[in-house]
């Protein structure tokens, strides 16, 4: 309830939090699995009164996944948006980044790589990232070139601390 909810995760979890957490699922599951499981939630509670649970059960039976991390994640905490490039590694051409989930939420993001040469690349990482270890994960990439600059973008999750989403090589 948001009169439990203070400090920093105040703002996410009391206004956003349940559309945020539909948008991180659909880009975890992917667009047919993520139709399918909501389909199957439609069939079983149209007209009727469900409850947060009987959402996370359909879910789970539409998918055939077991979701509970998630729906522990999102729902049983006081999580908020806030991730941090603790630390980047180049080697020839694999870049190794220590990525930090200070704020706990399992969101999805892109490292953005940017090169000597100006070009760009993106890469995409959904939620399931997190699945394993919400606290930080270690990311070994293949780069094109020399490395300048790597970036968190993390879209319309907006990060608490954006300061420590960039680092420059």
Do not use: C
């Not at 979890?13 to 539909?22: F, G, P, Q, R």
């Amino acid at each position: 309830m948001s009169s439990q909810l203070s400090g920093k995760g105040y703002g996410n979890n009391a206004y956003i939090k349940s559309a945020l957490s539909y948008l991180a699922l659909k880009d975890y599951l992917g667009d047919v699995p993520f139709k399918k499981a909501l389909h199957h939630y439609m069939d079983n509670w149209h007209g009727k009164h469900p409850m947060p649970w009987d959402y996370f059960y359909s879910f789970n039976a539409g998918t055939g996944l077991n979701l509970n991390w998630f729906w522990n994640n999102w729902y049983f905490s006081n999580h908020y948006i806030d991730l941090k490039l603790a630390k980047v590694e180049q080697k020839n051409k694999t870049i190794t980044l220590e990525i930090e989930n200070i704020g706990g939420f399992a969101i999805p993001f892109d490292v953005i790589l940017t090169y000597v040469d100006g070009k760009k690349e993106k890469i995409h990482f959904t939620p399931q990232i997190w699945e394993k270890n919400e606290a930080s994960t270690v990311l070994k990439l293949k780069s094109k070139a020399q490395v300048k600059e790597v970036f968190l973008d993390n879209d319309i999750f907006m990060d608490y601390t954006s300061d420590d989403n960039r680092m420059i090589l």
